[in-house]
């Protein structure tokens, strides 16, 4: 039987950094020291079930860069967890707090499970030991990690709790994302569909004025793929305005398809009822909306694509047939470096994961300096200031596209290695 090498996402990755580091004529000492992971984590820990047995599950946690500040990313739970896709995407965040140009390093996590095969109480003393087994390289200074897919509020108030517990006294700076209640910030839980919005108006303006986009009184239709954190946030922000009509959404069971637009209310009230659950939109059984299936969704006839589900959504099998003329990315690696090519060859327009989803840790990071002088800003203010971070680093990355003549994804890598590099000479650890 013929063998199938299985792609590694971390190798993806690299090579987008490498033509990033080609065009900037980055030393290659400076970049073996910037593509390796500081630290991996591989954590195998018991967990008593409901039944009384015990199962072993396996945890990550991955540092990938601290050049310019501790470590910060989320933890995802999900079956196919694997080290390699922690280490792509903890390699994705330092890349992210460097094109924001917030004072972190990148580190992500991940457990491989299931969260809706558990109970709540398993969930629970999951959640709880997998962050103690972690406590040896994490701390508010350190190490501060945040929700990712399947992961929430409860799970980061599980996780402060727990740490917070093992040391002695309550440590909000430990974690990002949690509720209101216990130290969490306003509007952090919709920083990162709301900075992507932001991504998709900066885009839209920019290639009008490019002359690349046409459209002047129509709204601009929209598609989104995922209903989670990401999409549903992204989803309630664009039908808050008129200026946008979006015409599908999807999640893990299917989409649905509405040609007039879905209604800010209608958003809302399906937030409302796959709240908490697997986010099965078609469980909800919708009238006037027709079904479609993820595949069908990116390849709609829209103007603009974002997906804000999983890696790798987008390759080579379906480049080909996408038709938006922007893709704004949501999720973190939603489009294979194949994909990647094809698209720009198709002259697609593509703001990249790690500028387009920057304002999750942009509002963490806001949450993370509240807790640590334990005084809290208003939302207003809070919107303002992601809103301005999120302008100036597409405009920033935009500028860079032009004086080097290349891709959205290739000038945010610039920029970002542009940062970490001179703060690694700066410290010195480069000779
Ligand atoms: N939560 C956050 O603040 C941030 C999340 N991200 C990234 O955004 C993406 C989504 O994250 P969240 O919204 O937080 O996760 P989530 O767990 O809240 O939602 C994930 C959504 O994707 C859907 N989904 C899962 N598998 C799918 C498939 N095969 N096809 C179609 N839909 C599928 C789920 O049904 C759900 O609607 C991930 O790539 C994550 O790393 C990036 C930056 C920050
Ligand atoms: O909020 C954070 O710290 C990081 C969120 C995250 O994991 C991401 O941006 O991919």
Known sequence: MEETKKVSLYDNAVKQFDRAARIMELDRNLREVLIKPKRELTVNFPVRMDDGSIKVFTGYRVQHNVSRGPAKGGIRYHPNVTLDEVKALAFWMTWKSAVVDIPYGGAKGGVTVNPFKLSDSELERLSRRFFSEIQIIIGEEKDIPAP???????????????????????????????????????????????????????????????????????????????????????ALTLTEETKYRLVAIS???????????????????????????????????????????????????????????????????????????????????????????????????????????????????????????????ELEDIRKALHKKMKNAFCDVAQTMGKYEVDMRTAAYVRAIERVANATKLRGIYP
């Open 251 to 377: 999640d893990y069971s299917g989409g649905f398809y509405k040609e007039s637009g879905f209604t800010a209310e209608e958003i809302r009230s399906l937030m409302d009822r796959t709240k908490g659950r697997k986010a099965l939109l078609l469980d909800v059984n919708e009238e006037g909306y027709k079904e479609i299936t993820n595949e069908e969704l990116l390849k709609l006839d829209v103007d603009v694509l974002a997906p804000c589900a999983l890696e790798n959504a987008v390759n080579e099998d379906n480049a080909e047939e996408i038709r938006a003329k922007l893709i704004v990315e949501g999720a973190n690696g939603p489009l294979t470096p194949e994909a990647d090519e094809i698209l720009l060859s198709k002259n697609v327009f593509i703001v990249p994961d790690f500028l387009a989803n920057a304002g999750g840790v942009t509002v963490s990071y806001f949450e993370w300096v509240q807790g640590l002088q334990w005084n809290f800003w």
């Open 148 to 234: 990712d897919v399947n992961t929430d509020g409860q799970i980061m108030a599980w996780w402060m709790d727990t740490y917070s517990m093992n040391i002695g006294h309550t440590t909000l700076g430990i974690v990002t994302g949690k509720p209101l209640e216990i130290g969490g910030s306003e509007g952090r839980t919709e920083a990162t569909g709301r900075g992507v919005n932001i991504c998709i108006e900066e885009a839209v303006k920019y290639l009008r004025d490019k002359g690349k986009l046409n459209k002047k009184d129509e709204a601009i239709t929209v598609a989104i793929q995922g209903f989670g954190n990401v999409g549903s946030y992204l």
